[in-house]
């Protein structure tokens, strides 16, 4: 049978062309429900706090950088969404006086404008963002090197060397609406691709690269950083890989409820737990990595009842 149509836009696959049984049976499923779809491999986490939420996602950072040294180095990859764990890893470490000058850190993803990646003063930098909110906060005896900080660039080729020779203990990242990590969106109903997304196969094979956005991404990143300012919104942007995703020791999803809605969050904890990949649903095809941990504010989790307001 040949797949539905995209509700949300025509041209691109997404999450509302899988069949309805799927989609039904994850907007039933209660907090509990999400909890017990934990398995070997993959481990579904509440938190009762956001200062717990948050402070757990912060530690992730301490953790990875502590295990690395100058002959056997070691960091995490981070997301921008969310933020608020970033000023609490830069105090972590100058509290407790922490050298973590061995560690490594990788951007997961920046925009692109004209072909290349914005300056780092553009106001929607990533790189600017993690900069200002946790780097740039650590005492400079204690940080690591510049060279040690690995952001994507329009030409990806030093960022996927950096990959090499460094062990990535965690890679970390949130969920959007359109069930990315990172900028790893659907693609696009077209070519090859028309009456089928692409295999899971065949996405993990993707490798760090510029992507053009789905359009739901282009809301949700207006909705969160620019006021619902679309137009101020680019239209593509660099994404780490499921190649290098795959070289992740651990895989770490935090969703405190800010970005994805409640259907969303119940849809991809479903699929990864029952191991359901599809590439229309880019999140589920962490159902194949053998470590990954979704992590949920539970204040945050909601319902899928209807509620008029």
């Known amino acids: ?16 062309t899988l069949g309805d049984d799927l989609l039904n049976d ?4 209660t907090p509990l429900d999400m909890q017990n779809l934990s398995r070997d491999g993959f481990k579904v986490v509440f938190y009762d706090t956001l200062e717990d939420f948050y402070l757990a996602e912060a530690l992730e950072y301490i953790n990875a950088w502590k295990q690395s040294t100058a002959d056997n180095p070691a960091g995490i990859c981070g997301p921008i969404g969310p933020t608020e764990q970033l000023p609490l890893v830069a105090r972590l470490v100058n509290e407790l006086q922490l ?14 404008i004209d072909g290349k990646e914005v300056d780092a003063n553009h106001p929607l930098s990533f790189e600017k963002a993690d900069r ?20 994507p660039k329009a030409d990806v080729s030093a960022y996927i060397e950096s990959w090499s020779g460094v062990r990535c203990a965690v890679m970390q990242g949130g969920q959007g609406d359109i069930k990315h990590w990172a900028f790893n969106d659907p693609l696009k109903r077209e070519g090859a ?16 690269r510029i992507v053009e956005l789905h359009p739901v ?3 949700q990143n207006a909705r969160t950083s ?8 680019p239209t593509r942007a660099i994404t780490v890989g499921p190649v290098q995703t795959w070289q992740a020791d651990k895989v770490s999803i935090w969703q405190a409820g800010t970005h994805d809605n409640p259907f969303g969050m119940r849809l991809t904890t479903l699929m990864i737990g029952k191991k359901i990949a599809d590439s ?30």
């Open 132 to 151: 200002e909110l946790c780097f740039d906060r650590i005492e400079k005896k204690l940080v690591m090197p510049d060279r040690h900080l690995h952001f």
């Open 193 to 208: 691709y028309q009456d089928a997304p692409p295999t899971p196969e065949e996405y993990r094979k993707l490798d760090t």
């Open 26 to 29: 994850a907007a039933r499923l």
């Open 99 to 112: 050298d973590v000058r061995d560690g490594h850190f990788w951007g997961m993803d920046e925009w692109v």
């Open 226 to 233: 620019g006021g619902g300012v679309v137009t101020g919104v």
């Open 1 to 16: 049978m040949a797949r539905k149509q995209s509700m949300l836009a025509p041209g691109w696959w997404d999450y509302t």
């Open 217 to 219: 991404t282009m809301m």
């Open 280 to 309: 229309s649903v880019p999140m589920s095809l962490l159902a194949d990595h053998p470590n990954v941990q979704f992590n949920f504010y539970r204040g945050g989790i909601g319902s899928c009842d209807v509620e008029m307001h």
